[in-house]
């Protein structure tokens, strides 16, 4: 039976979200989410302990329609919090939505296509980052993972997932993208997010997935959108997050015979540390301690990368220039409420494809009993 009453059809895919304190960004998250164009979905949200209006928007959502439900969170960290929503899931298929980000009408349609063709137990779409200041204005939006070699659907091994997970390493990091999940096959290997992680629990999850044989299918279609901003969580790291990170990694169990994954792994590792390096030296540096860290940079090619970095983007938000400079187009937006129909236009825009039949299911568009 459905977990709501209410709703008359059991659902194909439980979006996920976890929120604390988002009532900036929760409405238009879950107005997004509930625009979908599979309408056999339910909308879990699990409030950590908010104490903004996040809980008081979430229930009007609740209360306009019957798909979504608000729980309470475990309030142990995201990723506890994470695995909450996990348990409460009733659709055999959960995808993660932050309460920050947004959703194209047709992602869940495409994700579940692709799933459908591929068989995959993960499928993760490309995202269309984006970035507005505090008035929903000047708004900056560009592929996630841009250029010809994602502009088609593919496979990507655990090896490969691996190597494009590198810390300032400057390329695509598959680790952001926020997957649809076979929660059958969490279950039967007992998978679940590794609640010692704030950061890095997606990448984390999936890289379990992909060594217990998993595949993971890649969407080059952007349409979830990504929202860049300075509270973002995975652009703040300390010591605790690297050496949860380390940890987790350090446990990875891979097998004897998968040496492009071992090779992959330990590289993963040399990276952790030298941003751990980055960090001391940052501190060091901060104290007027010139000489340690010198030291600290001298020894470690990773910290001494990621410290041109910072002193790049330090420049920058000196002379109020973009930090990172990507390729893409400034626009002018009047209002937030603008946001969604652009992000939409430009992710339809950059990759052309076929147009899709009607939408999975769409004969059971009416998620409600009379």
């Avoid at 950590?48 to 809980?55: A, E, F, K, N, Q």
């Avoid at 309460?99 to 490309?126: K, T, W």
């Avoid at 071992?262 to 030298?274: K, S």
């Avoid at 893409?328 to 825009?349: K, N, S, V």
Wanted: charged content about 25%; aromatic content about 4%.
């Amino acid at each position: 039976m459905p977990a709501n009453p209410q709703v008359s059809i059991l659902p194909q895919v439980s979006i996920l979200m976890v929120a604390r304190n988002a009532g900036r960004t929760i409405d238009a998250a879950l107005h997004s989410a509930r625009r979908q164009t599979v309408s056999a979905i339910e909308i879990v949200v699990v409030d950590d302990g908010s104490v903004d209006d996040t809980p008081a928007l979430a229930q009007a959502h609740a209360a306009a329609d019957p798909r979504v439900r608000v729980l309470p969170g475990p309030r142990r960290g995201l990723s506890a919090v994470r695995n909450a929503s996990l348990a409460a899931a009733a659709a055999p298929l959960a995808l993660i939505l932050d309460s920050d980000d947004l959703l194209h009408p047709r992602h869940v349609e495409r994700l579940l296509r692709a799933r459908q063709r591929s068989g995959a137990q993960v499928c993760a779409a490309n995202m269309l980052a984006f970035a507005v200041d505090d008035g929903g204005r000047a708004l900056r939006a560009v592929p996630f993972a841009p250029g010809d070699a994602w502009r088609v659907p593919q496979d990507i091994g655990a090896a490969r997932f691996v190597a494009a997970n590198m810390i300032g390493g400057g390329g695509v990091s598959l680790g952001y993208l926020k997957p649809l999940l076979d929660l059958g096959f969490l279950r039967a290997h007992s998978l679940a997010y590794d609640e010692r992680l704030r950061i890095g629990e997606d990448f984390d999850l999936v890289l379990r997935c992909l060594m217990a044989g998993a595949r993971y299918r890649f969407v080059p279609e952007p349409t979830y959108f990504y929202r860049r901003h300075a509270a973002s969580t995975s652009h703040r790291l300390d010591r605790a997050d690297l050496t949860g990170l380390l940890l987790a990694l350090d446990q990875a169990d891979v097998a004897a015979d998968d040496d492009a994954l071992a090779h992959e792994l330990a590289a993963r590792r040399v990276n952790l540390v030298g941003t751990l390096r980055h960090l001391d030296a940052v501190a060091a540096f901060k104290q007027r301690a010139w000489g340690r860290a010198v030291a600290i940079l001298r020894g470690d090619p990773v910290a001494r990368r990621l410290m041109r970095g910072s002193v790049r983007e330090g420049l920058a938000r000196r002379l109020g220039l973009p930090a990172s400079p990507q390729p893409g187009t400034r626009h002018r937006l009047a209002g937030a409420e603008e946001i969604q129909p652009f992000l939409e236009a430009m992710a339809d825009a950059l990759i052309p494809s076929t147009p899709l039949p009607e939408p999975v299911h769409a004969a059971d568009r009416l998620p409600v009993s009379a």
